[in-house]
């Protein structure tokens, strides 16, 4: 079992706002891309952030989109399509949208309308 399965998600999330406000996003859309792979509302996210919810339990309870299969590419050396264990893969679909969040890409490719 990894260790990020075990970190909770309101910990690595504030890295995720620098990173996307550093590149001139807001936490609004990264909010929005997350909220689009879970399925999970605005009050949903707040909830398990302020409960400190694993990934491990985060994704347990995600409703991921219907379109999570379009998400390709690669994140931190592996193509995320190629990835073998379920919970590492939508991990990784996460990282990918916040790296193309963080890219400037348009909000629409983002969420693969």
């Known amino acids: 079992m990894s260790r990020i399965f075990t970190v909770s998600v309101a910990s690595v999330y504030p890295h995720y706002v620098n990173k996307v406000e550093r590149k001139g996003r807001s936490k609004a859309e990264l909010d929005q891309v997350i ?18 919810t694993t990934f491990e339990d985060f994704f347990a309870q995600a409703h991921l989109n219907a379109k999570v299969d379009q998400i390709k590419g690669v994140v931190c050396g592996v193509r995320v399509e190629e990835i073998d264990d379920p919970l590492m893969q939508k991990i990784r679909y996460l990282d990918k949208l916040v790296d193309e969040l963080a890219r400037g890409k348009a909000m629409d490719k983002v969420l693969r309308a």
Do not use: K, S, Y
């Not at 879970?38 to 302020?50: N, P, Q």
């Open 35 to 52: 909220q689009w792979l879970t399925g999970f509302d605005e009050a949903a996210l707040d909830r398990h952030l302020e409960a400190e």
